[in-house]
């Protein structure tokens, strides 16, 4: 029902900044909550940030401060804005989609888009 495309992601140096970005399209029913997962090799699935619809926003504590998430609910796209960029940062960035308002888990999302990957060197 939900479709969800990234995009903007790339190579970065420590400290750097970089912005990504995702396109959904589908059933508004299915995009209450939004956010960001995030994956490298040999580590587990990592939250990084939700959105809900009316702009309320959770982030891991390992990017706190750090990123921002944000999302134009007449565009249906988040954003993910990353700055003091870390190489601990480096991972695919997968974008999530979920009817609930409290959507944290992993099952929570019904939509995960294709991910994007974000590479910082030191």
């Known amino acids: 029902q939900v479709q969800l495309v990234e995009s903007g992601g790339g190579l970065v140096q420590a400290g750097g900044s970089l912005s990504i970005s995702c396109a959904a399209s589908?059933?508004?029913?299915?995009?209450?909550?939004m956010g960001w997962y995030r994956q490298a090799p040999g580590k587990q699935r990592e939250l990084v940030a939700t959105?809900?619809?009316?702009?309320?926003?959770n982030y891991a504590d390992s990017v706190k401060g750090r990123f921002t998430i944000s999302r134009d609910n007449a565009k249906n796209t988040v954003y993910l804005q990353m700055n003091s960029l870390k190489p601990e940062d480096t991972a695919v960035y997968y974008c999530?989609?979920?009817?609930?308002?409290?959507?944290?888990?992993?099952?929570?999302?019904?939509?995960w888009g294709q991910g994007t990957q974000v590479t910082v060197s030191s």
């Open positions: 959105i809900t619809r009316n702009k309320s926003t």
């Open positions: 589908g059933s508004i029913f299915s995009m209450n909550t």
């Open positions: 999530v989609a979920a009817p609930s308002y409290y959507a944290k888990r992993p099952e929570d999302f019904g939509s």
